[in-house]
Nanobody, 116 residues
Framework: QVQLVESGGGLVQAGGSLRLSCAAA????????MGWYRQTPGKEREFVAK????????YYADSVKGRFTISRDNAKNTVYLQMNSLKPEDTAIYYC?????????WGQGTQVTVSS
């Protein structure tokens, strides 16, 4: 079992930055792929970024490449999402996900609102 708690969301103007954090507890954090997803009302939850546990590879949705950076600190059981050059279309609830191909766990989400 893995418990995930996101933080760092808020209101920011277009062009600004935010850093989201996802703290994990309850299992071997370093053996999980960690990812960020986002969702807006009436739409499917969509992939944003992911970091693998094994080789530390990172993957990004095309819409955030070059603006967002995912990183993890296994010693702190935390994954981060640095979001720069934010756009109004980045407004969403952002969710953290832990996945080891057997089990997947989600956090409760944190709201990010980008004003134009």
């Amino acid at each position: 079992q893995v418990q995930l708690v996101e933080s760092g969301g808020g209101l920011v103007q277009a062009g600004g930055s935010l850093r989201l954090s996802c703290a994990a507890a309850g299992s071997t954090f370093s053996s999980y792929d960690m990812g960020w997803y986002r969702q807006t009302p009436g739409k499917e939850r969509e992939f944003v970024a992911k970091t693998s546990w094994s080789e530390g590879s990172t993957y990004y949705a095309d819409s955030v490449k070059g603006r967002f950076t995912i990183s993890r600190d296994n010693a702190k059981n935390t994954v981060y999402l640095q979001m720069n050059s934010l756009k109004p279309e980045d407004t969403a609830i952002y969710y953290c996900k832990a996945d080891n191909k057997i089990h997947a766990y989600w956090g409760q989400g944190t709201q990010v609102t980008v004003s134009s």
